[in-house]
T-cell receptor
Framework: NAGVTQTPKFRVLKTGQSMTLLCAQDMNHEYMYWYRQDPGMGLRLIHYSVGEGTTAKGEVPDGYNVSRLKKQNFLLGLESAAPSQTSVYFC????????????FGSGTRLTVV | GESVGLHLPTLSVQEGDNSIINCAYSNSASDYFIWYKQESGKGPQFIIDIRSNMDKRQGQRVTVLLNKTVKHLSLQIAATQPGDSAVYFCAERGAYGQNFVFGPGTRLSVLP
């Protein structure tokens, strides 16, 4: 049971480049989330999904897009990377946030130069 | 939660002592709270949770206390060990919301 797997673990992008971060969970969770974590700050929600085919904006969605075509996968896209998007990105999933907390992946460290 | 900028609050304790990490939450309607532990280079891990109909919950070496009157949550770690060194986050969920809101975190440093 792998839990939540994020790929890649590290990436360096040039300003203006695009990339996709992949999150995969094998726990049959309905809910999935993308967070960013910056030094000294808590986790900030970018986008989330309450089920296959659904997405919704979180606290800091600008500059990001997401897709949930399959229940087990949640993709985070950066169309034109900016230095302000340098951060550590965490994916999380939950069976039911009313009853349970989140299971987090190990993170993707992204640097935009 | 409040942002403390680049510098996390830090709690330093001697190995073997008890640790108390505090968290002030913002929403009086929050009904579910979780403490997470994040070790360097890893994702947050669930430690213990508590619902608003309780004021205390105990786990293995950890206790969470909830004071709804002053919107305060605390995590107590008994006999703190070097492996407890990490950043600890509290998270709250509003009664009608689906998403948790995370606090900025506290760094726990265990001294030998």
């Amino acid at each position: 049971n792998a839990g939540v797997t994020q790929t890649p673990k590290f990436r360096v992008l040039k300003t203006g480049q695009s990339m996709t971060l992949l999150c995969a969970q094998d726990m049959n969770h309905e809910y999935m989330y993308w967070y960013r974590q910056d030094p000294g700050m808590g986790l900030r929600l970018i986008h989330y999904s309450v089920g296959e085919g659904t997405t919704a904006k979180g606290e800091v969605p600008d500059g990001y897009n997401v897709s949930r075509l399959k229940k087990q996968n949640f993709l985070l896209g950066l169309e034109s990377a900016a230095p302000s998007q340098t951060s550590v990105y965490f994916c999380a999933s939950s069976y039911s946030p009313r009853t349970y907390g989140y299971t987090f992946g190990s993170g993707t460290r992204l640097t935009v130069v | 939660g409040e942002s403390v900028g680049l510098h996390l609050p830090t709690l330093s304790v001697q190995e073997g002592d008890n640790s108390i990490i505090n968290c002030a939450y913002s929403n009086s309607a929050s009904d579910y709270f979780i403490w997470y532990k994040q070790e360097s280079g890893k994702g947050p891990q669930f430690i213990i949770d508590i619902r608003s109909n309780m004021d205390k919950r105990q786990g293995q070496r950890v206790t969470v206390l909830l004071n709804k009157t002053v919107k305060h949550l605390s995590l107590q770690i008994a006999a703190t060990q070097p492996g407890d060194s990490a950043v600890y986050f509290c998270a709250e969920r509003g009664a009608y919301g689906q998403n948790f809101v995370f606090g900025p975190g506290t760094r726990l440093s265990v001294l030998p």
